[in-house]
Nanobody, 123 residues
Framework: QVQLVESGGGSVQAGGSLRLSCAAS????????KAWFRQAPGKERQFVGG???????NYADSVKGRFTISRDNAENTLYLQMNSLKPEDTAVYYC?????????????????WGQGTQVTVSS
């Protein structure tokens, strides 16, 4: 069983930046895909971006050019660098890890989930 713990959330003004981290309880490198999702109040959880074990990435159109996903395989840690934040980016952000190497935008492709971290962007 792998536990994921997010950190780095907080409040920021529009145009600001935040960096989220997601640490896995197991440090052993696993060649799997990882992703970030977010859920705004009253809305369904949505895919933000993901990365496969080789570093290939995929992003939602709404965050392309502003958000960057990276991973440290040695530390089994996932990152989300968020720049040029907008009020509509306000949400609880979740990291997720798959049991396979396939990068997917679907929630059900991911086995392990963190507890979420709040990101609030004020105008």
């Amino acid at each position: 069983q792998v536990q994921l713990v997010e950190s780095g959330g907080g409040s920021v003004q529009a145009g600001g930046s935040l960096r989220l981290s997601c640490a896995a309880s197991r440090r052993t490198f696993i060649p799997n895909a990882k992703a970030w999702f977010r859920q705004a109040p009253g809305k369904e959880r949505q895919f933000v971006g993901g990365i496969n074990w080789a570093g290939g990435t995929n992003y939602a159109d709404s965050v392309k050019g502003r958000f960057t996903i990276s991973r440290d395989n040695a530390e089994n840690t996932l990152y989300l660098q968020m720049n040029s934040l907008k009020p509509e980016d306000t949400a609880v952000y979740y990291c997720a890890a798959s049991s396979s190497g396939l990068l997917s935008t679907a929630e059900n492709a991911y086995t392990y989930w963190g507890q979420g971290t709040q990101v609030t962007v004020s105008s």
